[in-house]
């Protein structure tokens, strides 16, 4: 039999994050609870070859290639299903923790039968008494999801609450609640991945639930800040292709009819100032990339982005 959770890593070119995660996991959860799967979105650092020699007794899963976020994770997810763990903790590299959040998230799932996914609160490492995500919430009217940062007066005692999305950063799922819903939306490839999947298992019939007495700590941003032309700034053009076309995506499935109209005038008015400052700025690669995920993002048929084989169902 296999232990109950298995912790699912996915490495990009990061490997000194992805050990130090993994270190941390080691030195403070109980190894009796747990697997580490680490897998590999096609480095190009050698980042297999040094993680490998450092941990050789993880498992490993080579992808060979960039799948983005959510093809990465669902190949471990499939390893995970088809080797009987009961949960997956998917967790990124650029995180660390200082308590059990493996025994604390476990042991809420098993005590909560309809819950399919739980999340811890996450700090900044950099501010680590400031949250960066906490309760996942979904602005019907504006079309837009928000995370309650507001800490509980008494956050080592302080009582569950349900939400409506849990983070791809940290969540631990039950991997029957995933038989159900499906996997990460494939074609998503980055961003509202979690969010998409965090529906379809409320769709399912199931519950998520945040979790503030258990922590841990995120750097944030690590693989999103790649190397670009200086007068584009930090952040890589392409993100803003990521997550303007699969905003409109995630609005297009799960918003109100009835309220669209807002969803879309409030979201058009914030893109298009968002289009016109990178023109002013003279950032044509972010414009570009822009344009081309509002296009797709309004465009794509909705049979083909929610098809099955994309959702591995």
Known sequence: MPKPVAIILLNWNTPQHTSDCIQSILQYCDSELFDIIVADNGSTDNSLTLLRRQFPDLTYIDNQQNLGFAEGNNQA??????AGYK????????????????????????QHPQV????????????????WNGEGRFNKLFGTTVSDTS?????????????????GCCMMIKNDALQQSGLFNKLFFLYYEDVDLSFRLRKAGYVLHYLPSSKMYHEAGISAKVSAPKKEGQLSPVIHYYISRNHLWFIRQYGKPILHPANFLYNGLYYSALLIYFLLRRRKQKASFLFKGLKEGLFTPKGLIWSK????L
């Open 87 to 110: 949960y997956s903790l998917l967790m990124n590299t650029d995180t660390l923790v200082d308590e059990d959040i493996v025994q604390k998230l476990s042991a809420h799932l098993n």
């Open 309 to 312: 084989s994309n959702l591995h």
């Open 151 to 167: 800490a509980p007066a008494n956050p080592t005692i302080a009582p569950f609450t349900i939400a409506e999305w849990v983070t």
């Open 77 to 82: 997810l499939i390893h995970s299903i088809s």
């Open 116 to 131: 399919a996914a739980v999340q811890p609160t996450i700090y900044w490492m950099h501010k680590p008494t400031e949250i």
